[in-house]
C-alpha cells in the first residue's frame, strides 16, 4: 500500500476514512491522502484469518482507529467479559488512536436468553439510563485501559421516560466517565428531519438550526472526533434511514465548518457503508473535508493576527 | 428496572418481524404492556434493519446454500430462523450455528442435501476464522528419525471433519460448472438440479434404508475442512481416514495422542499413515510434528 505522506499540518485535524470491505484491494494499493483509517472491530473479531492480515498490512501504512459497534453501552443487561477482551485483544495487537462505540443498548433478557440485538438500538435519556451507561463506560474503559469515544445515535423511535435532552445526557455521561464524544453530524440531521414523526405531537425543525442547537450545547473539551455522512432521501412522512449510501450532505458540510470553528481541529471521519462509490470518490470526500478545515484554520489564524 | 422491561420488550417485538397492529392514533403509536409508546414506522425500520444485517451475515457465512436457494427464499428463511433462534451472539460471524439444522426442519424443497451444503458452509466458515496455524515444515524431519509414540501432529488451522448422506463435494462442483457453463443458468434451473441431485443420492438411500439393508443404512460420505493459507478447502475422505482424524480433531487438550497410540486406537486396518503423511503435509493439511512431552 502506498501512502502520500502529506502530514497534516499542526493544529489541523486528523481527517480519515471507513475501510469497508468493497475498498479493501484498492485500499491497499492506491496512495491515499488521509491520515487514519477507521475499521469495524467486530470485523475483525476472528481469532485468525485474512481479516487480519489485511489489519496488519494497513496499519503499517495509517493509523487505525476502531469503531465498535456491539457493545451495546446502554444495555441494562452486561455485555459478556469475553466481548469486551476480544475488542482490549485487537486493540493491544494494533493500537488504534480512538476506540468508540455508540450511544445506545443492545443487550437484552428475552424469554431469560442474552439476546443481542444486531443494532444501535435507542435508549431514554434519564437517571436509570445514564446510570447503565457510566457504569458500562467505566467498565469498558477498564479493560480497554484507556477512554473512549461515545457517538449520539440516529433514533427512529423515542423511548418514554426521557428527563433529559440528548445533549444533556451525553455531557453528564462525559462529566462522569471522562470518555469523549464522537459527535456524528449526519446523525443530528437525520434526527431534526425525523423529529416531527417520532415525536406525534413535535414541531417540525429546521435541521440546520436544530444541529446548531444541540452542536452549542456540547463543550467543546468533550468532543474528541466528528464523523461525516450522507443518507438516502426519502419521501415526506417517511422516516430518513442513516444508511450511509450518499456523499456528504451539503447541511452536513455547512455544520462541519461550524463544528470545526466551534471544537477545534477535531479528527474527523467520512463514511461511507452502502452503495459505495469508487475509493477515490470516498478520497475525494476526505480532500474536501481537508479543505474546509483549511478554510476554518487559516481564517482563525488570520484573524488573531 | 423500567429499562430493563423496555429493553426486553423492544428487542422481542424486533425479532418477532412481525407488524404490529395500528392504534386509532395515526400518529402510529402502540401502547404495550410495559407502557411503551412506539413509533410502528420506527419499529419497522429496527425489524427491517435486523433481517438485513442478519441476511447479510448469513449470505456471507452460508455463500454457497445462498447461491442455491436463491435470493427472496433464503431472505425468508433467514427471517423465520430470526423469529425461532435469537441472536445470542455478538458477532455477526458466529451466529448460525443452527441454521442448518434449521433448513433441515424447514418446509424448503431438498432440505436435506441443502441442509447439509449449509453444514459445510458453516464448517468453511468457521474454519476460514479459526487461529492462525504456523506451517513448520522443518518439523517434518522428526518423522524421520524419532519414535511414533513420542511426536504427535498438528492439522491446519480451524481443520474439522464432516459426514453427509450425500456426495457434497460432487454435488457442489457440478452444479458449479453446469452454471458456470451456461451464464443463463436461472435459479429454476439449478433448483431442478438439486432436486435431481436429492432424488439420486438421498431419496434411494431412504427408499433402500426402508428395505432394511443395512449396506444402505451405513452410506455415508466423510469430508476434511482445512485452510491450507486463509481460504477452506473441503475434500471427501474415506471412512478410515475420517477415524484417522477423528483422534486428532476430537482429543482433549489434557490428551495428547502420540501417533503411535493413535495408529493403536485406529480399528480400520485399511488407513495407512506412510501413504496418508505426504499427502497430508503437501497438501497443507497437516501443519506441524511436534515432540510429545
Known amino acids: ?305 | 428496572m423500567m429499562l430493563k422491561k423496555q429493553q426486553s420488550h423492544l428487542l422481542s417485538l424486533i425479532f418477532s418481524q412481525q407488524i404490529q397492529p395500528k392504534s386509532d392514533d395515526n400518529n402510529v403509536a402502540i401502547e404495550s404492556a410495559c407502557d411503551m409508546r412506539l413509533n410502528q414506522q420506527g419499529l419497522q425500520i429496527y425489524q427491517q434493519s435486523l433481517l438485513a444485517n442478519a441476511t447479510r451475515a448469513l449470505t456471507i457465512t452460508f455463500a454457497t446454500s445462498a447461491s442455491l436457494i436463491g435470493e427472496v427464499l433464503f431472505r425468508d428463511l433467514v427471517k423465520s430462523y430470526l423469529q425461532r433462534q435469537f441472536k445470542n451472539q455478538y458477532d455477526w460471524g458466529e451466529w448460525g450455528e443452527k441454521f442448518a439444522t434449521f433448513i433441515s426442519n424447514s418446509h424448503v424443497a431438498n432440505s436435506r442435501l441443502l441442509a447439509d451444503i449449509a453444514a459445510l458452509d458453516f464448517a468453511c466458515h468457521q474454519c476460514e476464522r479459526a487461529k492462525n496455524q504456523v506451517l513448520d515444515l522443518a518439523s517434518m524431519q522428526l518423522l524421520a528419525n524419532t519414535d511414533a509414540y513420542q511426536l504427535s501432529i498438528i492439522l491446519s488451522s480451524g481443520a474439522r471433519l464432516l459426514k453427509s448422506r450425500f456426495p457434497l463435494d460432487e454435488i457442489i462442483s457440478e452444479i458449479k460448472s453446469i452454471s458456470a457453463f451456461n451464464n443463463s443458468y436461472s435459479l429454476k434451473n439449478i433448483t431442478k438440479l438439486i432436486t435431481c441431485m436429492s432424488a439420486k443420492y438421498g431419496d434411494n438411500v431412504v427408499q433402500k434404508d426402508r428395505q432394511s439393508s443395512t449396506e444402505n443404512l451405513a452410506k455415508e460420505y466423510y469430508f476434511i475442512v482445512w485452510r491450507p493459507e486463509f481460504q477452506a478447502q473441503y475434500k471427501q475422505i474415506d471412512l478410515s481416514e475420517y477415524q484417522w482424524l477423528s483422534l486428532w480433531l476430537m482429543k482433549t487438550p489434557s490428551k495428547t495422542l502420540s501417533i503411535g497410540q493413535a495408529l493403536d486406537e485406529m480399528s480400520s486396518k485399511n488407513f495407512s499413515i506412510i501413504d496418508w503423511l505426504p499427502k497430508a503435509i503437501e497438501q497443507q493439511l497437516l501443519s506441524a510434528i511436534k515432540l510429545r512431552h
Open chain 1, 1 to 305: 500500500m502506498l501512502c502520500l505522506n502529506k502530514q497534516t499540518p499542526i493544529d489541523f485535524p486528523l481527517i480519515g476514512v471507513g475501510l469497508r470491505h468493497g475498498h479493501y484491494n484498492e485500499a491497499l494499493n492506491t496512495p491515499a491522502n488521509i491520515d487514519f483509517i477507521e475499521v469495524h472491530a467486530e470485523n475483525f473479531f476472528s481469532a485468525g484469518g485474512a481479516s487480519h492480515s489485511l489489519l496488519t498490512d494497513i496499519k503499517q501504512h495509517y493509523d487505525i482507529s476502531l469503531h465498535a459497534t456491539s457493545l451495546g453501552l446502554g444495555s441494562n443487561l452486561l455485555a459478556p467479559q469475553k466481548q469486551l477482551q476480544q475488542l482490549a485483544n485487537l486493540a493491544s495487537i494494533y493500537q488504534p488512536i480512538m476506540i468508540s462505540d455508540h450511544a445506545c443498548f443492545s443487550w437484552a433478557d428475552v424469554n431469560s436468553q442474552a439476546v443481542h440485538g444486531g443494532d444501535l438500538l435507542p435508549i431514554p435519556f434519564n437517571d436509570e439510563s445514564l446510570q447503565v451507561m457510566v457504569n458500562n463506560v467505566l467498565r469498558a474503559q477498564s479493560i480497554l485501559k484507556r477512554t473512549i469515544l461515545v457517538e449520539n445515535l440516529s433514533a427512529y423511535m423515542a423511548l418514554p421516560g426521557s428527563i433529559y435532552t440528548e445533549t444533556e445526557f451525553l455531557v453528564k455521561l462525559c462529566e462522569l466517565t471522562d470518555c469523549k464524544l464522537l459527535v456524528d453530524i449526519n446523525n443530528i440531521v437525520v434526527n431534526a428531519i425525523n423529529h416531527s414523526l417520532i415525536y406525534p405531537r413535535g414541531e417540525t425543525v429546521l435541521p440546520i438550526d436544530y444541529a446548531k442547537n444541540w452542536l452549542n450545547n456540547i463543550p467543546a473539551k468533550y468532543v474528541g472526533e466528528l464523523h461525516l455522512a450522507g443518507c438516502t432521501r426519502v419521501a415526506e412522512e417517511q422516516l430518513m434511514i442513516d444508511d450511509h449510501a450518499q456523499p456528504v450532505s451539503a447541511d452536513v458540510w455547512t455544520l462541519y465548518r461550524y463544528a470545526l470553528a466551534r471544537f477545534g481541529a477535531v479528527a474527523t471521519l467520512i463514511e461511507w457503508d452502502e452503495n459505495l462509490p469508487s475509493w477515490q470518490t470516498l478520497l475525494a470526500e476526505a480532500d474536501k473535508a481537508k479543505e474546509i478545515a483549511k478554510a476554518v484554520f487559516t481564517a482563525k489564524v488570520e484573524a488573531t493576527k
